[in-house]
């Protein structure tokens, strides 16, 4: 095998893919002088974009989120592919069945496929079996989503006003004015969609803390190369390890390959040095050929790390705050671009005062428990990513420290 991982990562610029594109709008202007709103949205991310959009258009759907991108026209390659769980360890098969048992007693349609049934839909040598869920996941570009919902929101008349910091929210007579150092917005209520930067609310902030995720993409596959791989139905595929990997196809047949090892900074730092780490992607490389040797010799072209935000419950959490005028929804957990739009209408249910069947959800009535203040917080998030580790490679063994979080109900994406 040739001088990897040096040799494939030695041309891969230090960006991130999705944003790499001839389609990025041109930003908005910032926020100037004052302003006044019904609604509003702290933050232009997912769930900000889909609060505003849906406070202008709230209607119900089943499969909402497709449905919403094919009536917005929305270019963003949307792919209903399914999912593969790969076992990449023995205990990983039994713990793969288990879940299938439970998922199909919920009439979920899902399948446990063997070794040769799984590499017959993606060929990895490492593969022992999978889980199959051929319906419950779509893919989609990250990027090109929140540009197609951020023209969404102009064309309905929202109002957005970009790389504008808000710095403080204060108590207007009976609204809140949101504070910033170009300007200000008089509101009657307000949206926090924050996601894992500090929330305007300082209560809040013990309850998630910020992860670096690393990630990968290879230059695109040759039609040979495809064919070593199979891959025909383009599923998106992680393994059943704690520290797991994701990874995917593009549009132009790149892979995309993420995870196995989220960092968290001692004091919740975010840093744009962050995102770029060379001893992570370089054991991302090292990663991806062991996975899939016939590979050999592909290059990567984008290397690139984000912040997420996790909770110790590992889903989003919500609530109100100041006499219900402000909303927040938090602790996605890198589950967010499916899940926002659910906390979006949450978010606006109970500024709004609807009780609906989402606001009688226990998630949505129970706030997960906050993590501990450093240094115990930097000391116990790298105990269980330890913790999870030493799982993977004993069988899936959990030790004391893992058995007691599950005791409590705790779960961690370390």
Request: net charge neutral.
């Amino acid at each position: 095998m040739s001088d990897w991982p040096n040799a494939a990562l030695a041309d891969a610029e230090p960006l991130v893919f999705w944003l790499d594109d001839k389609a990025a709008p041109e930003p908005e202007q910032p926020l100037a002088g004052p302003q006044s709103a019904d609604l509003a949205v702290v933050g232009g991310g997912y769930t900000g974009l889909w609060t505003a959009l849906r406070a202008k258009d709230r209607h119900p759907d089943l499969d909402a989120i497709d449905a919403t991108i094919a009536r917005l026209d929305i270019d963003c390659g949307w792919e209903r592919t399914g999912e593969l769980t790969v076992a990449t360890a023995p205990h990983h098969l039994a713990e793969l069945a288990e879940e299938v048992e439970q998922r199909q007693a919920y009439g979920h349609e899902v399948a446990l496929l063997d070794a040769a049934a799984a590499r017959a839909e993606l060929n990895s040598p490492t593969y022992l079996g999978a889980l199959f869920n051929p319906r419950g996941t779509a893919l989609v570009e990250p990027a090109r989503l929140a540009w197609g919902l951020r023209q969404a929101c102009l064309v309905a008349g929202v109002r957005i006003h970009e790389h504008t910091r808000v710095t403080a929210v204060r108590r207007d007579g009976a609204a809140r004015s949101l504070l910033a150092a170009t300007g200000s917005v008089r509101a009657e209520r307000i949206a926090l969609a924050t996601n894992a930067f500090p929330s305007l609310l300082k209560r809040l902030r013990l309850y998630t803390v910020p992860v670096y995720d690393l990630v990968l993409v290879t230059e695109p596959l040759s039609p040979g190369q495809l064919d070593t791989i199979g891959w025909r139905h383009r599923q998106g595929v992680g393994d059943a390890s704690n520290l797991f990997h994701y990874y995917r196809l593009t549009r132009d047949n790149r892979i995309l390959w993420g995870g196995y090892t989220p960092l968290y900074y001692f004091g919740s730092r975010i840093y744009p040095e962050l995102e770029q780490r060379d001893a992570i992607h370089r054991l991302l490389a090292r990663h991806f050929f062991e996975t899939f040797p016939q590979l050999d010799g592909l290059r990567f072209t984008h290397r690139w790390g984000g912040v997420i935000d996790t909770s110790t419950r590992f889903c989003a959490f919500f609530g109100t705050a100041s006499e219900g005028r402000i909303g927040y929804v938090l602790g996605y957990t890198g589950l967010g671009v499916a899940a926002t739009r659910f906390g979006a209408e949450v978010m606006l249910d109970l500024l709004y005062g609807e009780e609906t069947e989402r606001t009688r959800l226990r998630m949505v009535r129970e706030r997960p428990i906050p993590f501990p203040p450093e240094p115990l917080r930097y000391a116990g998030i790298q105990l269980t990513r330890w913790s999870m580790a030493r799982a993977d490679a004993n069988s899936g063994h959990r030790n004391l420290w893992l058995r007691a979080l599950d005791r409590l109900g705790l779960g961690f994406d370390f």
